[in-house]
């Protein structure tokens, strides 16, 4: 079956330090992958997507690419800021269409301080 | 953006009784709805796939008779835990899909069974 295995937490970083999450998968054909982000108290929300290989995502400074060859997908920023704090899980959707199951990593949370 | 409430945000009940939640998408209809379980410090696991108009369709292991699904419009879907037990404390979360790719996720409800 479909899997995403994400590094655990959490992640303590200064501002404007550099940041990386590692995510790695494991599907059959050719997933899309995501990055989501989940803010205290609110929902998820969609961070960056990728629907093929070597495509790279990327959204508020976040970057994320496709790598089909290591079956990964991780996540990076260069200066992370403290409103950056939250809880980041990277999915896989192995569907096509628009109603899409999503396989989420454990999640890691990111603490940034001053 | 598209946003999709949940309600209750926070229940708490007695074991044996029963508990619903609502899912409600705002601004969008949404002929697919999905709710998910998230336990601490856990990914968030796919329960079910809510089907307006038409059963659920539920994923290994959730049981369909403690977990009843009913999507009765094109912005509702609910879920109702039945015959609470301390083991079903969780936080449950739905999403309903756009015309892209991209999920929209509600807050979540938290759920404690005394």
């Known amino acids: 079956g479909n899997s995403v295995t994400q590094m655990e937490g959490p992640v303590t970083l200064s501002e404007e330090a550099f940041l990386t999450i590692n995510c790695t998968y494991t599907?059959?054909?050719?997933?899309?992958l995501f990055w989501y982000v989940q803010y205290p108290g609110e929902g998820l929300q969609l961070l960056l997507k990728a629907t093929k290989a070597d495509d790279k995502g990327s959204n508020k400074g976040f970057e994320a690419t496709y790598r089909k060859e290591t079956t990964s997908f991780h996540l990076e920023k260069g200066s992370v800021q403290v409103s950056d704090s939250a809880v980041y899980f990277c999915?896989?959707?192995?569907?096509?269409?628009?109603?899409?199951?999503?396989?989420f990593g454990t999640g890691t949370r990111l603490q940034v301080t001053l | 953006g598209a946003v999709v409430s949940q309600h209750p945000s926070w229940v708490i009940c007695k074991s044996g009784t029963s508990v619903k939640i609502e899912c409600r998408s705002l601004d969008f209809q949404a002929t697919t709805m999905f709710w998910y379980r998230q336990f601490p410090k856990q990914s968030l696991m796919l329960m079910a796939t809510?089907?307006?108009?038409?059963?659920?369709?539920?994923e290994q292991g959730v049981e369909k008779d403690k977990f009843l699904i009913n999507h009765a419009s094109l912005t509702l879907s609910t879920l109702t835990v039945t015959s609470a037990h301390p083991e079903d404390s969780s936080f449950y979360i739905c999403?309903?899909?756009?015309?892209?790719?991209?999920?929209?996720f509600g807050p979540g409800t938290r759920l404690t069974v005394t």
């Open positions: 599907a059959t054909g050719y997933p899309s």
């Open positions: 999403s309903a899909p756009g015309r892209t790719w991209e999920q929209y």
């Open positions: 999915a896989l959707s192995a569907d096509t269409g628009t109603a899409s199951k999503l396989t």
């Open positions: 809510s089907n307006e108009g038409s059963k659920a369709t539920y």
